[in-house]
């Protein structure tokens, strides 16, 4: 996979993984990749890097991948190999017999995080203005689209408020819904440090996560709260730093809404907010609630981290406001060693949904309905745009199975396994006529699929990922195209089918429309970059290196918004039948779905996903250790090892999600996030039993 020789030459490059965006020499020999080295430049790694960027790379050169353009009838038919005219020819003429019998919204795109900032822009270009609707959502929407609701909210964009160097200057660091060691592990060795120099730590999780205990660091104080009870714990925090006069008021009289401030103040404030009041909904001792809120607030620089633990809920949007909050009472917005930083999972998640490809927003968090913004886009493509957001990726299927939307064109996800309600997702591709996925592997989307177009791996096409810091980092083509073809130029040749006026030669053409359109990205391009090395939006002429710090002086709205943070249990309940809540995350080695790292030898350090369960609940279930259960809820059922360990209370079960063998997705609910749809992966109501295997 990876040969080992001596390299002729090196390229600098990004990782494709998560959010960190550690940058990489890639060493090579002619076309072949002999290793990927940590680049000790890199602005967001330094030099280090995790066991996924350095080794996992086998995929891009694995058996599995398809190279070859394919179309078919309808699913049900036998694939045929095509050229790329006969392919892309064919899905122009579908989607406009689609438009011309069901009309123009019949037809939508889902973008990919795992691609570049330029390959995003032109499928939302593709679909704005080719399709002439907003129908483009992207996969953020099952992740952190919480994060673009509560922030923009709150603070006025979507995006963390630091560098991930400010955590060098925090005393207290708040990590909720998150894992770093597994899911950021880079950032998570610079916390790590940072916390073995004296910060102290602070963890809210269901579970024992790794940073709680591990080598030369202990959290000061751990809050294991029950899943689905997030927004109950930041208020009572924020009820015992209000009640006690922990605030920072001069912070808040300059810098927030001082009216929204008193009503919110008001709210917390009532004593059934208080943490003895909500130990009943959060499990949680409330001595350590007041002792972790007076930590936060009296602490010094406080910095709170979080991830899919707070935004993956029915009341996802709900934390994040309820974070930003406890963020502005406090004064810890605005200055190094603080703030709100969303630990972004892909690499680039930032990127796609920067890139105006959620179906209510242009570039920039820009609303369609804005008449000035509009007039942008139009008089630079030359066409009218809809005023009206499109369709998010739920109400695509729901569409879909209504006979109303018709058409789909996904950008490197699986969308069948990797989003909620499986049943409700095949169904809805089902109901299809012309399903294109564009992909290195056949994914399972691609078993409802009619036309299969070979993508690029992350080594064969230049462009730039945004990391969870709003950092925007060159990604250098290493080796030509396996296919013949990179993803941004799959796309264009796609809207050139169709009729649209679409000419790029090189991605950097493409920075630069998106320079031009979007203020945040004002002056960002490949020069620039080659330049500065990575630059952090916003970016503006006075400070064309960007902005490390977010929200000095002032916030991007004007003045921060405290927003009444009422906390509503999720509708999954346990009860007699289904009596232990599901909760879930990822390991180190692994990566998502796994469709990359299970295809390269990262697999021999976790082949399976495994039930965490505590040893009472196991021993009242004549469980044992490695016995093989089955795992039950409402929406359906699989079968998986057990792993006995106290990590999790008892009542509280645990798995990863990397193998397609586990299908967790076919048991989590259909419940989401009420501002987002954002899936409630994160509770489940299960009950497991003991079984032969699936
Ligand atoms: Fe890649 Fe993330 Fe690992 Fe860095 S920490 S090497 S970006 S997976």
């Known amino acids: 996979v990876i040969q080992i020789g001596l390299p002729e030459h090196s390229v600098v490059t990004t990782c494709a993984y998560c959010g960190v965006g550690c940058s990489f020499k890639a060493e090579m020999r002619g076309e072949e990749l002999v290793r990927m080295v940590p680049y000790k430049d890199g602005k967001a790694n330094r030099g280090h890097s995790c066991v996924k960027g350095r080794f996992a790379l086998g995929y891009a050169t694995h058996k599995d991948r398809i190279l070859k353009p394919m179309i078919r009838a309808t699913y049900k038919d036998e694939w045929r190999e095509v050229s790329w005219d006969e392919a892309l020819g064919f899905a122009a003429s579908k989607i406009k017999e689609i438009q011309a019998k069901y009309g123009r919204g019949s037809v939508g795109a889902i973008s990919s995080s795992r691609c570049t900032n330029e390959e995003v822009y032109l499928v939302q270009k593709l679909v704005r203005a080719g399709f002439g609707n907003n129908n483009i959502d992207t996969c953020a929407r099952v992740c952190h689209s919480p994060t673009g609701y509560g922030l923009s909210t709150a603070f006025g964009t979507s995006a963390g408020t630091q560098d991930f160097d400010s955590v060098e200057n925090s005393d207290v660091i708040l ?3 998150a894992n770093p060691t597994d899911g950021h592990p880079v ?5 790590k440090k940072r916390l073995r120099e004296g910060a102290k730590l602070i963890v809210i999780d269901p579970r024992r996560i790794d940073l709680v205990r591990t080598p030369h660091v202990e959290a000061e104080y751990h809050l294991p709260l029950t899943p689905g009870t997030n927004v109950a714990m930041m208020t009572a925090l924020a009820h015992v730093i209000v009640t006690e006069g922990l605030m920072a008021e001069e912070f808040i009289r300059d810098r927030c809404d001082w009216e929204a401030f008193q009503d919110w103040a008001t ?3 009532d004593e059934s907010r208080s943490p003895e009041a909500v130990a009943k909904i959060t499990g949680v001792d409330p001595d350590l609630v007041r002792k972790a809120a007076r930590l936060y607030a009296t602490g010094g620089n406080g910095a709170i981290y979080y991830g899919l633990g707070v935004t993956e809920h ?3 949007s709900t934390t994040v406001m309820a974070i930003a909050n406890l963020a502005m009472v406090t004064g810890n917005i605005g200055r190094r060693g603080v703030g709100v930083n969303p630990l972004r999972g892909q690499n680039n998640v930032q990127g796609a949904c920067d890139m105006g490809s959620f179906p209510h927003e242009f570039t920039g968090y820009r609303h369609v309905s804005r008449d000035d913004v509009r007039e942008t886009f139009e008089s630079l493509w030359k066409v009218k745009i809809d005023n009206e957001p499109g369709l998010r990726i739920p109400n695509m299927f729901d569409a879909a199975v209504d006979g109303t939307f018709k058409g789909l064109y996904v950008q490197g996800e699986d969308i069948l396994q990797s989003d909620p309600d499986t049943k409700h997702v095949s169904a809805g591709l089902d109901a299809l006529e012309l399903l294109i996925v564009q992909d290195l592997f056949l994914n399972e989307t691609a078993n409802y699929a009619n036309v299969f177009l070979p993508g690029s791996s992350f080594l064969e096409k230049d462009g730039t990922f945004t990391n969870a810091e709003r950092r925007i980092n060159r990604v250098r083509k290493v080796m030509s195209p396996k296919s013949g073809y990179a993803d941004w130029e799959i796309t264009q040749r796609l809207a050139q ?4 006026d679409m000419n790029y030669s090189h991605p950097s053409e493409i920075m630069d429309e998106i320079s031009k359109v979007t203020p945040t990205f004002a002056n960002v391009s490949y020069a620039l970059l080659e330049k500065e090395g990575s630059v952090q939006w916003p970016c503006n002429e006075e400070h064309p ?9 002032e916030f991007m709205r004007g003045k921060g918004n405290f927003v009444v943070t009422e906390y509503v249990a999720t509708d999954e ?8 809540l599901l909760t879930t995350g990822r390991i180190l080695s692994q990566y998502n779905v796994g469709a990359q790292t299970r295809r390269t030898d990262n697999v021999v350090w976790h082949d399976q996903d495994l039930l965490e369960i505590h040893p009472h609940d196991a021993e009242m279930r004549g469980v044992r250790d490695g016995d093989w259960v089955k795992l039950d809820s409402r929406a359906g059922s699989t079968s998986l090892r057990a792993k006995l360990t106290d990590r999790v209370a008892v009542g509280v079960v645990y798995t990863t999600f990397h193998h397609p063998m586990t299908q967790v997705n076919v048991i989590t609910t259909d419940f989401s996030d009420w501002a987002t749809n954002c899936p409630e992966y994160k509770v489940t109501a299960v009950q497991i039993s003991p079984s032969n295997g699936p």
Request: aromatic share 8%.
């Open 175 to 177: 990590v909720i819904g």
């Open 187 to 191: 950032f998570a060795s610079r916390m």
């Open 267 to 269: 709210f917390v404030s």
């Open 314 to 316: 029915s009341q996802g």
């Open 497 to 500: 089918e169709i009729g649209m």
């Open 545 to 553: 290196e960007g902005t490390p710090t977010m929200h000095i002086g």
């Open 573 to 580: 309940r346990t009860g007699p039948r289904f009596p232990l």
